[in-house]
């Protein structure tokens, strides 16, 4: 049992949680929930043991093995299966204990440690460490490679991988899906549903929630309000708490007409739409969404476009990649005003490099881009955080699109994505994720777009600011094409959508709800693929035939290991580079001298520029990798 009574906990002046006090046992799955700085982070300080409270009683078991997701990116060259072992750590005292025990001849209690061995599962420790790096999206062959060659985000998987990888009796976890596609998130869910201890987790996905909690602990006015079931039972209860306040009626009864009115415009298209009953059933739960949410900071609106040509966009027998590596062939893809389309698929399939490719053209290889002389694209995608200008302010970003606008006009534009008073004049490089990724939506939206182009634009927004962008969506009248791993933002505002796999891009003919049985179906069929490899008969060969057979595959297969190495040294040189200018740019002096603004100007650009770089080399290693894997028997 975890217990908090009376708890207070304050960062210097500012109370963040005052009188808290819950209960939570084994089997409980809770989801912590808040507005950014609310103090979900220093709740969880304060269970690790690293932030004492300021008042109350905090009651944990000594016992009790507390696991949870390290922040820091590790760098070790180690296997990646070991580093997820290591999170068992009395598997790897034991084992410890077994060889110094081994290499003592006069140790008489050895047969103890194999006892405790067996009874901690330790011999299958690998075995579990590798099912958990499969679930989690890595290769097979990736589990004996050295810790370091991973890139960022899969750095991250395996810090998840460790943390699930402890027999823990408490698991925190602080956004556990900010670095996974879906397919992982489907099997995350399913793993936490069977774990038995006690779990909190802090979490944007409103569909992971739904999928895992009983309980949710919303942390709101400095207190911890506690409500039985998942998220969507949460949003209903509060909307009801809400509803009696009388000053929010009319908010509220505006925020239901705007989802109305797009119930009813999507009921008079059902016949049309693919995924109409779903859709529907969705839709009728909003009215009680919006209701839950109309004490929002964030409320925003797409400016109408200028211009709706009813042709947009098109890929006419194209082909997408990086140099002479092929992602996706044969695509057939033309983009018409209303359309709503998100693309689904595995982290490494393409669905990046086809929306770059509709975007500037970037990744076309071959084929014809067809843009229509009025279409305005607005495109969105992480990689562009890093191109703000980190010693302007965001009212600064905002004069470049909206020059003639006042002054105040720009204080309430900025204002409805949560920048208010002397915040709009602060130079935006020590802003956090969302608050860049706030403004570099606000810039977006400000230029009117009529197509817009959404690459994973809920990373690092909270809940209620991706309420109010999937509301600003709906109401949207251009066209969109989004990919996501949030399920109730591609629930809420495509009407189509397309399935990213083996090298093409195809129609997706059923519901979101589908996607993971249609994953499943496209595992049992590599699997059957690969047994029916293996009991294929093979011809007895003599001595010569089979080193002319392994010469032929080695020379088959020589071109993709050269891939593989050339693109490792590049990345090599590329991260090298990147550390060097960041090492630059945390040089605080070059800030506060007013002759070097261009420097900083050149370094951010350069920064930006070798990001990008590094963002392409290790797509192309991944689909260089992936091509020598399928090739090699």
């Given amino acids: 049992?975890?217990?908090?009574?009376?708890?207070?906990?304050?960062?210097?002046?500012?109370?963040?949680?005052?009188?808290?006090?819950?209960?939570?046992?084994?089997?409980?799955?809770?989801?912590?929930?808040?507005?950014?700085?609310?103090?979900?982070?220093?709740?969880?300080?304060?269970?690790?043991?690293?932030?004492?409270?300021?008042?109350?009683?905090?009651?944990?078991?000594?016992?009790?093995?507390?696991?949870?997701?390290?922040?820091?990116?590790?760098?070790?060259?180690?296997?990646?299966?070991?580093?997820?072992?290591?999170?068992?750590?009395?598997l790897r005292d034991v084992q410890a204990a077994i060889a110094q025990a081994e290499a003592d001849p006069d140790k008489p209690d050895v047969h103890l440690l194999y006892e405790r061995m067996e009874t901690i599962d330790g011999f299958t420790a690998e075995s579990r460490a590798s099912r958990l790096l499969h679930g989690l999206g890595f290769a097979a062959d990736e589990y004996t490679k050295p810790v370091k060659e991973f890139s960022g985000g899969w750095r991250m998987r395996l810090n998840l991988a460790r943390a699930l990888m402890c027999r823990s009796d408490i698991l925190l976890l602080d956004e556990p899906t900010n670095h996974l596609d879906l397919p992982a998130i489907?099997?995350?869910?399913?793993?936490?549903?069977?774990?038995?201890?006690?779990?909190l987790v802090v979490s944007h996905d409103r569909d992971f929630l739904d999928q895992i909690c009983t309980r949710i602990a919303h942390i709101e006015n400095e207190s911890i309000s506690l409500f039985t079931g998942n998220y969507s039972q949460f949003e209903k209860l509060r909307a009801e708490q809400l509803a009696q306040q009388q000053a929010m009626y009319l908010r509220q009864q505006k925020e239901i007409k705007h989802i109305?009115?797009?119930?009813?415009?999507?009921?008079?298209?059902?016949?049309?739409?693919?995924?109409?009953?779903?859709?529907?059933?969705?839709?009728?739960?909003?009215?009680?969404?919006?209701?839950?949410?109309v004490d929002s900071p964030f409320r925003f609106h797409f400016m109408e476009p200028k211009k709706q040509p009813q042709h947009l966009l098109g890929l006419m027998d194209a082909a997408v990649g990086y140099g002479d590596d092929v992602i996706l062939d044969k695509i057939e893809l033309n983009l018409s005003a209303g359309d709503r389309i998100g693309l689904l698929g595995v982290n490494g399939a393409g669905k990046s490099t086809l929306v770059k490719a509709l975007s500037t053209g970037s990744t076309l290889l071959k084929g014809e881009r067809i843009l229509s002389k009025d279409t305005k694209i607005g495109y969105f995608a992480q990689h562009q955080l890093e191109l703000l200008r980190p010693e302007e302010s965001p009212i600064d970003h905002l004069r470049d699109f909206a020059p003639d606008d006042r002054e105040q006009d720009h204080r309430n534009y900025l204002g409805r994505f949560g920048f208010s008073g002397e915040r709009i004049f602060e130079p935006v490089a020590p802003f956090s994720g969302g608050e860049k990724a706030r403004l570099v939506l606000a810039l977006m939206i400000r230029q009117g777009p009529n197509l817009l182009l959404l690459d994973e634009p809920t990373n690092h927004?909270?809940?209620?600011?991706?309420?109010?962008?999937?509301?600003?969506?709906?109401?949207?009248?251009?066209?969109?094409?989004?990919?996501?791993?949030?399920?109730?933002?591609?629930?809420?505002?495509?009407?189509?959508?397309?399935?990213?796999?083996?090298?093409?891009?195809?129609?997706?003919?059923?519901?979101?709800?589908?996607?993971?049985?249609?994953?499943?179906?496209?595992?049992?069929?590599?699997?059957?693929?690969?047994?029916?490899?293996?009991?294929?008969?093979?011809?007895?060969?003599?001595?010569?035939?089979?080193?002319?057979?392994?010469?032929?595959?080695?020379?088959?297969?020589?071109?993709?290991?050269?891939?593989v190495r050339e693109i490792d040294k590049a990345l090599a040189s590329s991260r090298s580079e990147l550390a060097k200018l960041e090492a630059r740019l945390a040089d605080e002096s070059i800030y506060t001298d007013p002759d070097r603004k261009d420097e900083v100007a050149q370094l951010v650009q350069d920064q930006a520029t070798t990001k990008s770089t590094i963002e392409s080399l290790e797509w192309e290693w991944l689909e260089a990798s992936e091509k020598l894997e399928q090739a090699t028997p």
């Fill in 461 to 563: 927004l909270d809940l209620e600011m991706r309420q109010a962008l999937s509301i600003a969506l709906i109401e949207y009248t251009g066209a969109l094409v989004v990919i996501s791993h949030d399920r109730h933002l591609l629930r809420s505002v495509c009407d189509e959508l397309l399935i990213v796999h083996d090298g093409i891009v195809d129609r997706f003919n059923r519901s979101l709800d589908d996607y993971p049985a249609w994953l499943k179906e496209q595992e049992d069929k590599a699997d059957q693929a690969a047994a029916k490899w293996q009991d294929a008969p093979t011809k007895s060969l003599n001595k010569k035939q089979q080193r002319q057979e392994q010469a032929r595959l080695r020379q088959q297969l020589k071109p993709l290991h050269d891939k």
């Fill in 260 to 293: 109305q009115s797009y119930v009813d415009r999507f009921r008079y298209k059902a016949s049309k739409a693919r995924q109409a009953q779903s859709r529907i059933k969705m839709l009728e739960r909003m009215e009680h969404i919006a209701a839950a949410h």
């Fill in 186 to 199: 489907l099997w995350l869910e399913r793993w936490l549903k069977r774990y038995e201890g006690i779990l």
């Fill in 1 to 90: 049992m975890l217990a908090l009574t009376n708890i207070a906990l304050r960062r210097g002046r500012k109370v963040l949680i005052e009188n808290a006090s819950f209960q939570i046992h084994a089997g409980q799955r809770m989801g912590v929930i808040g507005a950014n700085g609310s103090g979900k982070s220093s709740l969880f300080a304060m269970l690790l043991g690293e932030l004492e409270p300021d008042d109350g009683e905090l009651a944990i078991d000594p016992k009790d093995e507390i696991a949870h997701v390290a922040q820091e990116s590790p760098h070790g060259s180690g296997a990646a299966v070991d580093y997820v072992m290591d999170g068992d750590r009395e």
